[in-house]
């Protein structure tokens, strides 16, 4: 199986690593990470950079794409991607995102009619695409599946090894990562975290965005 993770300039580190992680535990997984050109490409927080070992030219017909999302994802170094993404999803098993990555999946005209999750705070642009934003963690319509926010992509990917090779294998998977989460506090959605905080949150993503990120 051959799993392709396009990146680009403004990724979300984790968007990428962690479904990556659980993804490449798959027997005989082939996973490859995409760039429109090959090389490093640097992450969002600017302090850290993934490595595309392969161009979209390289890889025409993955059996998975896992798009990942980050500030990038919403300017041109993620759109260079969208002809790829067009191009290979006809053929794909799964076509896949985690967190804003499903806009880059919204713009290539993969998520018309469908309903799409992405981090809470971008979800509304995804009716711009035609898509019906889910405040669900994980989405499944028909072969396009879409995470939520950063850390859902574990889950994603975990629940794509389950359709794929059955419980068993993600289950082995899940305990050999130690994927068993306790944070310290229960603020992970807005849902859940004071007013205060979301807002504060908000703000902050929102200036950035305002600031070309």
């Given at each position: 199986m051959q799993i392709a993770i396009p990146i680009y300039d403004g990724v979300?580190?984790?968007?990428?690593?962690?479904?990556?992680?659980?993804?490449?535990?798959?027997?005989?997984?082939?996973?490859r990470f995409v760039g429109a050109e090959p090389g490093p490409k640097e992450c969002d927080t600017r302090a850290l950079s993934l490595v595309a070992g392969y161009s979209v030219?390289?890889?025409?017909?993955?059996?998975?794409?896992?798009?990942?999302?980050?500030?990038?994802?919403?300017?041109?170094?993620g759109d260079a991607l969208l002809p790829w993404i067009r191009s290979v999803h006809p053929t794909t098993r799964w076509t896949t995102s985690v967190c804003t990555g499903s806009l880059l999946l919204g713009?290539?005209?993969?998520?018309?009619?469908?309903?799409?999750?992405?981090?809470?705070i971008y979800l509304d642009m995804l009716r711009d695409y035609g898509a019906k934003p889910s405040h669900d963690r994980v989405v499944e319509q028909g072969k396009v599946v879409t995470a939520a926010g950063v850390s859902s992509g574990i889950d994603m990917a975990l629940r794509l090894i389950q359709l794929e090779a059955g419980d068993e294998l993600a289950k082995a998977i899940q305990l050999s990562i130690e994927y068993d989460p306790q944070p310290p506090f229960d603020a992970g959605s807005p849902d859940k975290a004071p007013?205060?905080?979301v807002e504060l949150v908000r703000a902050v993503e929102r200036g950035q965005?305002?600031?070309?990120g």
């Open positions: 979300t580190a984790l968007d990428a690593i962690g479904p990556y992680e659980p993804l490449s535990r798959i027997p005989g997984a082939d996973v030219e390289e890889v025409l017909s993955p059996d998975v794409i896992v798009v990942p999302g980050g500030e990038g994802s919403r300017r041109e170094s713009k290539a005209g993969v998520l018309d009619g469908l309903e799409a999750t992405s981090h809470w007013d205060q905080l965005a305002d600031d070309g």
